[in-house]
Structures are given as C-alpha cells and as structure tokens.
C-alpha cells in the first residue's frame, strides 16, 4: 500500500508538495501514479516521500529538477536507509551545491569535465537532469571522495548513492513517466483488504476534487 496514514493527511501532504514544484492540482492524477511507482519500487512509503519533499522541493525546483526525478531520487536513498527529512535535507544541500558550487567543488568538476548546466534552445543557461549530471560523473569515473568534494557532508552521502545506483535510480525515474493507472491499481488491490480505509480514504479526496487520487 501506498500508506496507512489517515485519508485527510494523505492529501493535505501530496497537495502542499505539489505546490513546492508549481503543479496544478488538475494533475493530481500524474503526480499519485508517480508516488504510487516509487513506493511500489523502493523502500519508503508516501508520507516518507512527502517529507523529504517538504524539504527538497523548493530548492529541486529551482534547478527545475522534474518531480518524477525527485521522487526517483528519494526512492533510491530510502532503499540505502536515508528517508523522510534526512533524504530530502540531504538532497536540498546537494542542489544548492549544484547552483552554487563552492571554490574546491568547481576545481573538481573542472577536473573531471562535468558541468551541472547546458544551453538550451533558446540560448539560456539551463541546469541538466539529475540523470545527465550523474552520467557525466560515472562516464568521469568520479570517485566517493569528489562527490564528497563537490557536494559536502551533508549532501556527499546522497550523491554517492544515487551515483552508485544510477541504473536503479533511471530505472524509477523513467518507470514513473509512464505510471498511468498505477495507483488506481493498488487502490483496487487495497480494496480487497481495507476496504473501510480506502473507503474513508476515497471520500475524502473526492471533497477536495481530487478523484483521481482516490483511494491511495
């Protein structure tokens, strides 16, 4: 299941995350089949996944990382144990380095030739995908130490593992890109043995007319 948390809780979490990355709630149905893939393919729950959004979406927003990267990303370091608000503390400090790389960390990335942003076709500076960044870093060959180098302490952890298991993490990432229906899935499958939670869970979500998020 997606989680046992109350209903109201449930929606007032994915409602408030979806407002650090700008998505209407028309899109209620995208965004709880993308949670819906992540949890069903990691080790973390959806009040998990909203906390460590509560502390990253803001800055993952900034660097215009996609939500289906951000939950990807969070899927991944739940499976190595960093969940909840160490997961997304840890992924905020890591786009902030990103956006503003200290002295040392632009020396090593100039080392390895990986930059964090393109241009794109409008001929504007532009940041790179979370899955392009850590591609450069494994085709570099970077090592634990330059991503503790890069990134700092706080943020050199969740750079490790999500460049040790960039394959896991594409795998999700692209898995919730085309999630369509996964959590009308598991709420079916939740009706066979919670009905009355899905039921309390379904009623309250369609008052806040957000039914295609119902029953998670």
């Known amino acids: 299941t997606l989680s046992d948390a109350p209903s109201h809780q449930i929606a007032d979490v994915v409602t408030n995350r979806m407002a650090g990355f700008k998505i209407s709630a028309d ?6 089949d993308v949670l819906a893939s992540t949890v069903t393919r990691s080790n973390t729950t959806v009040m998990e996944l909203a906390e460590g959004f509560k502390f990253g979406a803001g800055a993952m927003s900034l660097a215009n990382i996609s939500f289906h990267e951000g939950a990807a990303a969070l ?6 144990g960093i969940k909840g608000t160490v997961a997304g503390t840890g992924l905020r400090a ?12 632009q020396e090593t990335l100039d080392r390895l030739g990986v930059s964090f942003t393109t241009i794109d076709k409008n001929g504007k ?8 960044i850590f591609q450069e870093f494994r085709d570099k060959k970077a090592s634990a130490e330059d991503m503790y180098t890069i990134f700092d302490k706080i943020a050199g952890t969740p750079a490790v ?24 899935y598991l709420a079916a499958e939740k009706m066979k043995t919670a009905v009355g939670l899905t039921d ?17």
Do not use: C, H, W
């Open 94 to 105: 890591m786009v902030i380095r990103m956006i503003k790389p200290t002295k040392k960390a």
């Open 75 to 80: 899927g991944v370091l739940s499976n190595a």
């Open 161 to 184: 593992n999500l460049l040790e298991n960039l394959d896991r993490f594409r795998e999700m990432s692209m898995a919730s890109t085309v999630a369509g229906g996964t959590a009308a």
């Open 200 to 216: 309390q869970i379904g009623s309250k979500l369609e008052d806040l007319g957000l039914k295609a998020y119902q029953s998670i």
């Open 27 to 32: 899109s209620m149905g995208a965004v709880s």
């Open 125 to 132: 500076q532009a940041f790179k995908s979370i899955e392009q």
